[in-house]
């Protein structure tokens, strides 16, 4: 029978026998080996950044000697003793693991870890997890769209985002239906990954955003998506065998026949079709024509593939998203009618930098900044109403200033609403304002989302006012 324990990482053993490798019968070999050949570098900086996985458990058996031998996990278990000691690195590799271990505060020095009675035991087990699926008995990956879905959770770009929310709006619409979307993703991200593809359907934004915006009606542009899904369904004209010349070919095939969009209108969000009965658009266009079938020289036809929003016909009557009243597109994480008066002086010029410096174009900079004055802000909070200054890690402060936050029995609903926001902030390691998520865009280990930073921002705005009033 196993059993859980919790073990020092310097106490366990690297397998001998790992099915990795052929035998190798000193650890330092062994290390050499898994450094060289299974990436254990790449796992070693995502476990400094984020720590061990607690979906994972480590195995272990006893050796005839008593030692704790992995029997699963050893690039994790190599990972973590390079961590703990960088001496245990080739000569070369020291100076990496140092520099991983000297920055980062969630290197566990103890894991938990599963110990077997015998191999024969652990074998049953690490046969489900190693050789495939099989028939559902072992871990089923994830298709494309299903990656597409978990990454858009954890505002991690991806190349099918706008493939996958167009997909899931002509099922919505009943152009398709659930059981034919499991095989047109990755075509479709393909043929909308083009510039001239966007700016025929009349798409604004870029591959890799799942908010889609259009600059045509709802009804000239359902026109055109039932027409490509019919095709990707079809698997004849349009298929996953392509390149550039033929999803252009495509795109003007859908002009002459009058499939695509020839009047453009304001800019709005592909979502607001699913409200509209009609099917139209607010703010008509006036004469704005679709791409022109008969000439190459579009800038947008000699770009192959894209992550650039397409920028549609221009003329008059066409807008872009400056009239737009959605909090995503406002250009600093601070949105304009945020007013409190800030009492101390450094917090109030980090608070100042935040307000000027246009997150669009730097979200890292403004993560930085952000972080900088949350820290501050629950340090100078809890201090202010405690009277004592704790020095412990950002996400244990912010359970303690969450706690005395909950004490004050006359919050408003707003304020109770934005501390639920912030206890997903303090609780959901990769929400994006987590201090997990911030450290990490620290060291380029994720980069920033600038519509997740303002939409969480906004979630924890009140409760933001409410600490500031007290501090």
């Not at 495939?132 to 991806?158: A, F, L, M, P, Y």
Request: with cysteine.
């Amino acid at each position: 029978m196993s059993s859980n324990m919790l073990l020092n990482v310097l106490d366990i053993y690297l397998d001998s026998e790992n099915p990795r490798h052929n035998p190798i019968y000193d650890q330092p070999s062994i290390i050499e080996h898994l450094l060289k050949d299974e990436r254990v570098k790449n796992l070693a900086r995502h476990i400094a950044t984020h720590g061990v996985n607690p979906l994972d458990s480590i195995g272990v058996i006893k050796d005839e000697e008593g030692n704790y031998v992995v029997v699963e996990g050893n690039r994790r278990l190599c990972s973590l003793l390079l961590l703990n000691d960088p001496e245990k690195a080739p000569s070369g590799e020291v100076p990496y693991f140092k520099r991983l271990s000297e920055s980062s505060a969630s290197i566990p020095v103890s894991i938990n870890c599963v110990l077997f009675d015998n191999l024969e035991e652990a074998n049953v087990w690490m046969g489900v997890r190693h050789n495939g699926e099989q028939d559902g008995i072992g871990i089923r990956n994830w298709d494309s769209k299903q990656k597409t879905r978990h990454n858009g959770r954890v505002n991690k770009r991806d190349q099918n985002a706008l493939a996958l929310a167009l997909i899931e709006y002509a099922v919505k619409k009943n152009i398709l239906h659930h059981d034919q979307t499991d095989r047109i993703i990755t075509t479709a991200a393909r043929y909308v990954g083009n510039p001239f593809i966007r700016e025929t359907f009349g798409i604004v934004s870029p591959r890799s955003e799942s908010d889609v915006k259009i600059n045509v009606s709802c009804s000239d542009f359902d026109k055109v998506l039932e027409r490509f899904c019919a095709d990707l369904v079809e698997n004849t004209v349009v298929h996953s065998r392509t390149n550039k010349d033929d999803w252009i070919a495509y795109g003007r095939l859908l002009i002459e026949q009058s499939m695509a969009p020839k009047q453009r209108v304001k800019t709005h969000l592909l979502e607001s079709c699913l409200l509209n009965n009609n099917s139209t658009s607010a703010g008509a266009g006036t004469g704005n024509t679709a791409p022109n079938s008969g000439s190459d020289n579009s800038s947008s036809t000699g770009n192959g593939e894209s992550d650039k929003g397409s920028a549609g016909a221009s003329g008059n009557g066409t807008t872009g998203d400056s009239n737009t009243r959605n909090p995503d597109n406002r250009k600093f994480i601070v949105p304009h009618d945020f007013k409190v008066a800030i009492n101390n002086k450094i917090l109030r010029r980090v608070f100042e930098e935040m307000k000027t410096i246009e997150i669009d174009d730097k979200p890292l900079a403004v993560s930085q900044i952000t972080r900088a004055f949350l820290e501050n802000l629950y340090v100078l909070y809890f201090e202010a109403v405690t009277g004592s200054y704790q020095q412990v890690q950002t996400h244990i402060l912010m359970d303690k200033v969450i706690k005395e936050i909950e004490l004050d029995s006359n919050l408003s609903k707003s304020e109770k609403n934005a501390v639920a926001g912030l206890k997903r902030v303090q609780s959901n390691e990769m929400n994006a304002l987590s201090p997990k998520t911030l450290g990490a865009n620290a060291h380029a280990g994720i980069y920033p989302d600038p519509k997740q930073l303002k939409r969480e921002f906004d979630n924890i705005s009140e409760i933001i006012k409410y600490m500031l009033k007290r501090v």
